[in-house]
Structure formats: structure tokens, C-alpha cells
């Protein structure tokens, strides 16, 4: 089951994140999943004591580690938001790997952590169980903004020597 084993992060025990510049990028497609995972993030963002400096709309999860990549460069987190339907066709497969490989090469590159909200699912009633709207059973926008703004925390706490 997804969400087994998920820390339960608490705000409070987040570390030293004040003034830590957080952007989301988010992609268009599934509108309605995309503005509950967005809700999410801004939700779990306002308890850790932040705000989100940018939004930057994009049109579908393939352009999320491009945008991403270009955000890496002003803040201190991204929140890379997005939802790929399973379809009848090898793009899924693409468009996930693709993404997913990309935000992971951003994070790397960059040492910027990136929430990763990215729902991968075969049918649109697993993408809207995630998405934190009312009735759903997990909140992925949340859990990715929390995971990028802890890390961040993390690694302020460590810097390189």
C-alpha cells in the first residue's frame, strides 16, 4: 500500500529554515489533482513557517526538471508538482522515466533538494486518492514539500567545509 512506512515529519523538529526560499513548480495537466497537491504543499509550507517565493506553471511533467533546474538556481528547495495517467500507449513509461531522471539529475547537479510530488498512477482514481483533496487518502503536495524543506534544514545544518 502506498504511504506504508511514511514518516510522520513534525514542523516543529523541522531545524533552522527561516528564510529558506522554497519554489514549486507545478504542470497543468489534471488540473484538478494539481490544485489539491498544490494546497498540500502550500499547507505543509505555512507550518514549517515559509511561503512559496515562485510558482512556476508548466505545461505537463515532462517539463518539470527544466523548470525546476532553472529555479535550483535562485532558491534554496523546489516543490516539482505533477500527474502522469497510465494510458494505453509506452508514453507513461517515457514521460515518467524522463521525469524522474530528470528531477533526480537537478537535485544532484545542483544540491538543491526537490520535493518530489510527481504521481505516477494507472487511473485517475489512484491519482485523485493522493492528491489531498477532501475524501482522499494520502496528501503527496504536503509530503513533498515537507521532504524538500526538511532536507534543505538538513543540509544547512551541514554545510560543505
Given at each position: 500500500?502506498?504511504?506504508?512506512?511514511?514518516?510522520?515529519?513534525?514542523?516543529?523538529?523541522?531545524?533552522?529554515?527561516?528564510?529558506?526560499?522554497?519554489?514549486?513548480?507545478?504542470?497543468?495537466?489534471?488540473?484538478?489533482?494539481?490544485?489539491?497537491?498544490?494546497?498540500?504543499?502550500?499547507?505543509?509550507?505555512?507550518?514549517?513557517?515559509?511561503?512559496?517565493?515562485?510558482?512556476?506553471?508548466?505545461?505537463?511533467?515532462?517539463?518539470?526538471p527544466v523548470a525546476a533546474r532553472r529555479l535550483a538556481a535562485t532558491h534554496d528547495a523546489v516543490v516539482a508538482l505533477g500527474v502522469v495517467v497510465r494510458g494505453g500507449t509506452p508514453h507513461f513509461e517515457y514521460v515518467c522515466q524522463a521525469a524522474t531522471l530528470g528531477l533526480t539529475q537537478v537535485a544532484v547537479e545542483t544540491g538543491v533538494p526537490i520535493g518530489f510530488g510527481l504521481l505516477t498512477t494507472d487511473n485517475d482514481e489512484q491519482a485523485f486518492a493522493r492528491s489531498g483533496l477532501p475524501g482522499s487518502s494520502e496528501d503527496k503536495g504536503y509530503e513533498a514539500a515537507q521532504a524538500a524543506v526538511q532536507t534543505a534544514a538538513a543540509l544547512r545544518a551541514h554545510p560543505l567545509p
Open positions: 500500500m502506498s504511504g506504508a512506512g511514511a514518516p510522520k515529519l513534525d514542523p516543529t523538529e523541522l531545524g533552522d529554515v527561516a528564510g529558506l526560499r522554497v519554489a514549486i513548480v507545478a504542470a497543468q495537466w489534471h488540473a484538478e489533482v494539481i490544485d489539491g497537491l498544490l494546497d498540500g504543499t502550500h499547507r505543509a509550507l505555512k507550518e514549517a513557517g515559509l511561503e512559496a517565493t515562485t510558482l512556476l506553471r508548466v505545461p505537463g511533467a515532462f517539463e518539470l
